[in-house]
């Protein structure tokens, strides 16, 4: 069955960076493209960025535009969030989605000083 | 700035039939916008119901079936369980990559 675990969130403080990870297993990683998705505390969802199957396409919401970035390993099943100069309003759990399937449990982002 | 909207919230009667819509602030919501549901109860991860208008996910039950309706996406609940109590969330694909996901739907079975 499909599973994505996510990991690397954690505390950081504004202006600092982190990198989250979603190792996926279940299905041919390869053949889809993959999302992460955040929610605020006790807020709606938030669609953050999208990767092609290959890595050659990625998209991001403005938002998280230029500080951002998502990229996968197809050897490893594994995709990528870093994300640079964090802002307060970072703080979200963040989710890990296969595209029109599954999601990840998600991973607590805390962006606090 | 294109916003996705749905209702704040809904009520439905155990048994009854409600039906949650997915909207655009300008412009009409068509199978082009790929929409998708999301079911999501406190303290868990979203559960997906419904991709690309009307296909459920693996293991949804049938009483939830996606439609567009009139300008709009929407989610059907025929025969509201109580477990349905939940938050709904629509997506829509924006085109160019980009997604967006509605507000949600607080929906109270009582």
């Known amino acids: 069955q499909v599973l994505l675990v996510e990991s690397g969130g954690g505390v950081v403080q504004p202006g600092g960076s982190l990198r989250l990870s979603c190792a996926a297993s279940g299905f041919t990683f390869s053949t889809y493209g993959m999302h992460w998705v955040r929610q605020a505390p006790g807020k709606g969802l938030e669609w953050v960025a999208l990767i092609s199957n290959d890595g050659s396409n990625k998209y991001y919401a403005d938002s998280v535009k230029g500080r951002f970035t998502i990229s996968r390993d197809n050897s490893w099943d594994t995709v990528y969030l870093q994300m640079n100069s964090l802002r307060g309003d970072d703080t979200a759990v963040y989710y890990c989605v296969k595209d029109a399937g599954d999601w990840g449990q998600g991973t607590l982002v805390t962006v606090s000083s | 700035q294109t916003v996705v909207t749905q209702e704040p919230s809904f009520s439905v009667s155990p048994g009854g039939t409600v039906t949650l819509t997915c909207g655009l602030s300008?412009?009409?919501?068509?199978?082009?916008?790929?929409p998708s549901w999301y079911q999501q109860t406190p303290g868990q991860a979203p559960r997906p119901l419904i991709y690309?208008?009307?296909i459920r996910s693996s293991g949804v039950p049938d009483r939830f079936s996606g439609s567009i309706l009139g300008n709009k996406a929407a989610l059907t609940i025929t025969g509201a369980q109580a477990d349905d109590e939940s938050h709904y969330y629509c997506?829509?694909?924006?085109?160019?990559?980009?997604?967006?996901f509605g507000g949600g739907t607080k929906v109270t079975v009582l």
């Open positions: 997506a829509l694909y924006l085109g160019s990559g980009i997604s967006m």
């Open positions: 690309t208008t009307n």
């Open positions: 300008s412009g009409s919501v068509s199978t082009s916008y790929y």
